[in-house]
């Protein structure tokens, strides 16, 4: 079991960045795998980004090359810094972790991203 906190979240004009934050109840080096997933309203959760703790990363093709996720051992924190944000990914922005392979999902409480002028 891990508990997950996020932060980081809140309003930035098309354009801007923000970071988010995500820290773990346990050692971030244990965990196999963690990622971001967003939830826009009237819309089911979607990907944005994972990372497993042997380095590989994937994103959606939406935040490729405008997002950046990343595990940082010596803070035990998970980072998603997104650049360029668009209207489109306003959302309440959730992370994730999978303890094992095959494991159950855990999730954060979500933290809200509004991109608008």
């Known amino acids: 079991h891990v508990q997950l906190v996020e932060s980081g979240g809140g309003w930035v004009q098309p354009g801007g960045s923000l970071r988010l934050s995500c820290t773990p109840s346990?050692?971030?080096?244990?965990?196999?795998?963690m990622g971001w997933y967003r939830q826009a309203p009237g819309k089911q959760r979607e990907f944005v980004a994972h990372?497993?703790?042997?380095?590989?990363?994937s994103y959606a093709d939406s935040t490729k090359g405008r997002f950046t996720i990343t595990r940082d051992n010596s803070e035990n924190t998970l980072y998603l810094q997104m650049n360029n944000l668009e209207p489109e990914d306003t959302a309440v922005y959730y992370c994730?972790?999978?303890?094992?392979?095959?494991?159950?999902?855990?999730w954060g409480q979500g933290t809200q991203v509004t991109v608008s002028s």
């Open positions: 994730s972790a999978q303890l094992g392979v095959g494991g159950a999902f855990f």
């Open positions: 346990r050692s971030i080096s244990s965990i196999f795998l």
């Open positions: 990372q497993y703790s042997f380095d590989n990363r």
